[in-house]
T-cell receptor, first 111, second 115 residues
């Protein structure tokens, strides 16, 4: 069956460190992989998109990698800040309008 | 503000009630989505409309009925819901068709409680 896995355990890191979140998937051949941020009680906010033929994408302190051989994406936040504390969702699009979301990983950045 | 608004933000309804959720997008997108988000579960895609035509319908019970009168508005009509339908209902919009990237812009959600 098709599955997206994100670490269900919360990630706790110290301010200033790099946070690395993992998204693994099985039985998909995604055209795009996206990362979203969600704060409690609010809708997800789009952060970055990476295409299947791209290895890495950066935006300010954010970096996403995409390894279609390992079927894995890594999401990095460098110089993390307490304001980065949120749940981060991985999402796959295999073409068309259907996007499949992971359950998300909760990140806590401690001052 | 993402350019997608949802009303109401909170709704409590009994199992015999009929209510509607409303979504409006101001981004000029031509695709709109309804998702259900239950605690600690992934977002579940319910319906997708592109240019006012339904293009995805993910085996959603008939007690949920979508309506898309134009590309800026989307409704979810609710009737005879069950307590397990209590969740955060999220609306989203995106560009669509051709080589568009389908990144989605979400509204703040409607927190629905069925008693």
């Amino acid at each position: 069956s098709q599955k997206i896995e994100q670490n269900s355990e919360a990630l706790n890191i110290q301010e200033g460190k790099t946070a690395t979140l993992t998204c693994n998937y099985t039985n998909y051949s995604p055209a795009y992989l996206q990362w979203y941020r969600q704060d409690p009680g609010r809708g997800p906010v789009f952060l970055l998109l990476i295409r299947e033929n791209e290895k890495e994408k950066r935006k300010e302190r954010l970096k996403v990698t995409f390894d279609t051989t390992l079927k894995q994406s890594l999401f990095h936040i460098t110089a993390s800040q307490p304001a980065d504390s949120a749940t981060y969702l991985c999402a796959l699009n295999t073409g068309g309008f259907k996007t499949i979301f992971g359950a998300g990983t909760r990140l806590f950045v401690k001052a | 503000e993402t350019g997608v608004t949802q009303t109401p933000r909170h709704l409590v309804m009994g199992m015999t009630n009929k209510k509607s959720l409303k979504c409006e997008q101001h981004l000029g997108h031509n695709a709109m989505y309804w998702y259900k988000q239950s605690a600690k579960k992934p977002l579940e895609l319910m319906f997708v409309y592109s240019l006012e035509e339904r293009v995805e319908n993910n085996s959603v019970p008939s007690r949920f009925s979508p309506e898309c009168p134009n590309s800026s508005h989307l409704f979810l009509h609710l009737h005879t819901l069950q307590p397990e339908d209590s969740a955060l209902y999220l609306c989203a919009s995106s560009e669509g068709g051709g080589t568009s990237s389908y990144e989605q812009y979400f509204g703040p959600g409607t927190r629905l409680t069925v008693t």
